[in-house]
């Protein structure tokens, strides 16, 4: 990647994943790699403490910092996108926040991704949309207690997931009105969806409060595919963005060979202060 000094990072919920979970940091810090995320790394929204002590653990044992964590998101393996806007789950989504939270404390992270939910032939769309405002707005006010942000994101492939744009996501920060709730803008996703994602970083810079890269066709890494994901970098950096790029991608090799793409631009996470 050229033309930028912007901090990478490595989702170590889709990259590694020859590795079990929790040695997965380590193998990050191997790489070159000092800030990590992960999805909801726990296969409910309140885990046995055992579970939670040991994931804590490797994080701090493998000396990298968690620059991201997804929210508990329902089952993702049988297409479930998030809890926040289903109408039954808003008190396993709040009990996954009070976690995240306490997890976040322990290892400051500074970001925390709600994936919205698909559209339910339970409720209405205006039903479901009100039940992600108070929900995303509980989850605002408690990540502010450890001065960090929620996410949101357009997501692709699953068609009922409602955010599709960076301007359905906007749309939705703004009817939540919290100041610590930013767009996260994957590229790939915006990408795949048909969303000009130049237009979208000229807009929405401001807004924009972390960055997933992969390529595509495939969501491989960088240089796997055809998208201009150096020139929309380029032009975060030269609007103002100076937040983590984590790389969440599927690599097409083994992970520890897909980093070619990352080249001396790379900066330490430890030369930022916290």
């Given at each position: 990647?050229?033309?930028?000094n912007l901090r990478y990072a490595v989702n170590l919920s889709?990259?590694?994943?020859?590795?079990?979970?929790?040695?997965?940091?380590?193998?990050?810090?191997?790489?070159?790699?000092?800030?990590?995320?992960?999805?909801?790394?726990?296969?409910?929204?309140?885990p046995r403490a055992t579970e939670v002590n040991a994931f804590?653990?490797?994080?701090?044992?493998?000396?990298?910092?968690?620059?991201?964590?997804?929210?508990?998101?329902?089952?993702?393996?049988?297409?479930?996108?998030?809890?926040?806007?289903?109408?039954?789950?808003?008190?396993?989504?709040?009990?996954?926040?009070?976690?995240?939270?306490?997890?976040?404390?322990?290892?400051?992270?500074?970001?925390?991704?709600?994936?919205?939910?698909?559209?339910?032939?339970?409720?209405?769309?205006?039903?479901?949309?009100?039940?992600?405002?108070?929900?995303?707005r509980y989850a605002a006010k408690a990540v502010a207690d450890?001065?960090?942000?929620?996410?949101?994101?357009?997501?692709?492939?699953?068609?009922?997931?409602?955010?599709?744009?960076?301007?359905?996501?906007?749309?939705?920060?703004?009817?939540?009105?919290?100041?610590?709730?930013?767009?996260?803008?994957?590229?790939?996703?915006?990408?795949?969806?048909?969303?000009?994602?130049?237009?979208?970083?000229?807009?929405?810079?401001?807004?924009?409060?972390?960055?997933?890269?992969?390529?595509?066709?495939?969501?491989?890494?960088?240089?796997?595919?055809?998208?201009?994901?150096?020139?929309?970098?380029?032009?975060?950096?030269?609007?103002?963005?100076?937040?983590?790029?984590?790389?969440?991608?599927?690599?097409?090799?083994?992970?520890?060979?897909?980093?070619?793409?990352?080249?001396?631009?790379?900066?330490?996470?430890?030369?930022?202060?916290?």
């Open positions: 990647m050229r033309g930028h889709i990259l590694f994943t020859e590795l079990d979970l929790l040695d997965r940091p380590a193998a990050a810090k191997a790489a070159g790699f000092d800030a990590v995320e992960f999805w909801w790394p726990f296969s409910t929204a309140t804590v653990a490797a994080i701090t044992d493998a000396d990298v910092r968690l620059v991201g964590l997804n929210f508990f998101a329902g089952d993702l393996a049988a297409g479930e996108r998030g809890v926040v806007s289903l109408p039954r789950r808003v008190d396993e989504f709040k009990a996954g926040v009070d976690l995240a939270v306490e997890i976040g404390r322990v290892l400051h992270c500074p970001a925390f991704n709600a994936l919205y939910g698909n559209r339910i032939d339970a409720a209405s769309a205006s039903e479901q949309d009100a039940v992600a405002l108070g929900a995303l450890i001065g960090a942000t929620v996410l949101l994101e357009p997501v692709s492939g699953i068609p009922s997931y409602p955010l599709r744009t960076a301007a359905d996501v906007i749309t939705v920060l703004d009817n939540v009105g919290a100041p610590n709730i930013g767009l996260l803008a994957d590229l790939y996703h915006l990408a795949v969806n048909g969303d000009d994602v130049a237009e979208a970083i000229t807009k929405h810079t401001d807004r924009i409060a972390h960055v997933q890269i992969a390529d595509a066709p495939g969501r491989g890494e960088p240089g796997s595919g055809d998208l201009p994901l150096d020139d929309w970098l380029e032009a975060l950096a030269a609007n103002g963005y100076d937040g983590y790029v984590a790389a969440e991608y599927k690599p097409t090799v083994r992970s520890t060979d897909s980093f070619g793409w990352v080249g001396s631009t790379r900066m330490s996470a430890n030369t930022v202060e916290e």
